[in-house]
């Protein structure tokens, strides 16, 4: 199977537009899916059961006050909590959550760093035996230091899930955040093995809200869209909230050129 192209949503308004304009699958860009009601949750079952997008690409269904890194974080305290997230996350279709929060994973600026350094790990040794249950892989997402002080850069984030003996445990780039993350479109192809999936923005707009490619905005996507060809990419790509299907088209053409 070649890429599959999605859109990010914020609720199902957008998720329905996603549809309608061709998208093959959902990426909520918050929680919201595990808030839906059972009815909710059921008629969303039924549309994809019916052909509709899966909801492929979730996040990881933290609280945002949520500190990983906090002294005292009980990670038993959010087991069943992720368990009965996730168990809903998986009758919409998701097969990966992403962890790009970076509050969540802050270290403190003062003091010793390898205790909250090993509650992340132990947190995501956690989480991937709750995503395995549901045949799931975690992302964890490298952020610049704008955003956090913890998995800056892709071989910091490469070098810490190296030590974390889980199959399902991988990574993800933006393009907005490779020169954050200093990945250069030449490194890309050395962390392979790692990426999992790509988030495809416009990068001159780091703050802010992401937004899409756009055949005027004066980008050179396709250099990005050509070094994913040439390392034989094949996951999925998932685009800005903003995206409709002028965009899409303009995105798949660039690929299947």
Same mark, same amino acid.
């Given at each position: ?9 914020? *609720? ?50 933290? /609280? ?15 087991? !069943? ?26 270290? /403190? ?5 390898? !205790? ?24 964890? !997402? ?70 899409? /490619? ?7 996507? !396709? ?18 909230? *903003? ?15």
């Amino acid at each position: 199977m070649g890429v599959q192209w999605g859109r990010m949503v914020a *609720d199902l308004e957008e998720m329905e537009r996603a549809v309608s304009d061709g998208f093959d699958f959902v990426q909520p860009v918050n929680d919201f899916v595990a808030d839906l009601s059972d009815k909710q949750l059921h008629s969303q079952k039924k549309r994809i059961q019916a052909g509709g997008a899966p909801f492929k690409v979730c996040a990881v269904p933290l /609280p945002p006050d949520a500190r990983v890194t906090q002294k005292g974080f009980n990670i038993y305290v959010w087991v !069943e909590h992720l368990k009965n997230a996730a168990q809903r996350m998986a009758q919409l279709g998701c097969r990966k959550l992403v962890w790009s929060d970076g509050r969540a994973r802050v270290l /403190p600026v003062e003091g010793a760093i390898g !205790e909250p350094k090993e509650q992340v790990r132990q947190f995501l040794y956690m989480l991937c035996a709750v995503a395995a249950d549901f045949d799931m892989t975690v992302l964890v !997402e490298p952020l610049g230091p704008r955003r956090t002080n913890f998995l800056n850069t892709m071989k910091q984030t490469a070098d810490f899930l190296s030590g974390i003996t889980a199959e399902n445990l991988s990574s993800l780039i933006s393009l907005r955040e490779l020169d954050q993350i200093e990945v250069s479109l030449s490194d890309i192809g050395v962390y392979r093995q790692l990426i999992d999936h790509v988030q495809m923005d416009n990068p001159r707009f780091y703050d802010g809200p992401r937004i899409c /490619p756009r055949r005027e905005d004066g980008y050179d996507y !396709e250099s990005f869209l050509r070094v994913l060809k040439n390392i034989r990419y094949s996951a999925d790509i998932s685009l800005p909230n *903003d995206a409709d299907a002028r965009v899409l088209e303009y995105c798949r053409d660039f690929w299947n050129e």
